[in-house]
């Protein structure tokens, strides 16, 4: 697996929640990722939550994900922004969010958050339960160590 950058936008898609920092503080958030290409995660939130008063700050947090359904944990550094890019909020907008703003896209609370990594840490293991269990077999028959994927310190 040689071009972790690409696994990490790849596998990030299925991620559903993981932790955002901000200031030492960890609360969960769902990423969205509409395009690997812009090298951006999206987050919706409401206004006067760390979120959004970290993204009005341009601050720089941390994003830190643990998936055993896509194979994908570590974390990501970035710098955080508000963003009023009506397309991306069309592209990731979701029932989910919905039921969390009574106006819709139009909720004067939302805030469409844009996180952009500089850096992180990330840990690949098999997207497959199957794929897991047949590496331990392995292992234990032939004492070698199972291949349970790999680690990459990313710079974006």
């Given amino acids: ?3 972790y950058k690409k696994e990490f936008w790849d596998r990030l898609e299925d991620v559903r929640a993981g932790l955002m920092e901000v200031d030492g503080r960890l609360f969960p958030m769902s990423p969205n ?10 987050f919706l939130t409401a206004h006067g939550t760390d979120a959004a008063k970290a ?8 994003f830190a994900f ?17 963003s009023n890019n009506k397309e991306k909020l069309d592209e ?6 919905a039921s969390w703003y009574e106006d819709g896209k139009e909720d004067p609370d939302l805030v469409l958050v844009q996180f952009t990594p ?12 199957a794929i897991f269990l047949f590496e331990t077999i392995k292992a ?6 199972p291949d349970l994927g790999g680690r990459a310190t990313l710079t974006f």
């Fill in 55 to 62: 993204a009005q700050a341009g601050k720089t947090i941390r």
């Fill in 118 to 129: 500089k850096e992180g840490e990330i840990w690949l293991s098999p997207e497959s339960g």
């Fill in 66 to 82: 643990c998936d055993t359904g896509s194979g994908l944990h570590g974390s990501v550094k970035g710098t955080a922004a508000v």
């Fill in 140 to 145: 234990n028959i032939t004492d070698e160590k």
């Fill in 92 to 97: 990731i907008w979701s029932f989910v969010a």
């Fill in 1 to 3: 697996m040689a071009d």
């Fill in 33 to 42: 990722v509409s395009d690997e290409d812009d090298g951006v995660i999206w």
